[in-house]
């Protein structure tokens, strides 16, 4: 598809990345709109923590919206995400995360489209 697309959150699948703790809303992806990445709004319940690795294959970006979270480096290195903060992160990352007691609500945008 080569033309201007709108979508809303309401209209695609809820996709549960963790049953009952995190999911998301893929709004624009390649299957749908041709486009070579994807925007999604990514939800995480509160209290929740993971380790979050990369899969080799995407880059992304994770801009929070609302809530926040820790995430803590290899070298530890802490960062205290909030609303406002964008993150990059490359094909290959890992970081321990842990969401706070508001949750969290972020945008991701990763290319290639997932």
Known sequence: MNAIAWSRIEDVERIALKPGVEYTHRLITEAIHGSSFS??????????????????????????????????????????????????????????HVIGPSGL????????SR
Not at 48 to 74: I, K, M
Not at 105 to 112: D, E, I, L, N
């Open 39 to 96: 925007f999604h709004i990514t939800r995480f319940d509160a209290d929740y923590e993971h380790v979050a690795r990369g899969d080799g294959e995407h880059e992304s970006v994770l801009f929070c919206l609302h809530g926040g979270s820790t995430q803590t480096l290899p070298d530890g290195t802490v960062h205290h995400f909030r609303p406002g903060d964008a993150m990059y992160l490359p094909k290959e990352h890992e970081y321990h």
């Open 105 to 112: 609500v972020m945008a991701v945008s990763c290319t290639p």
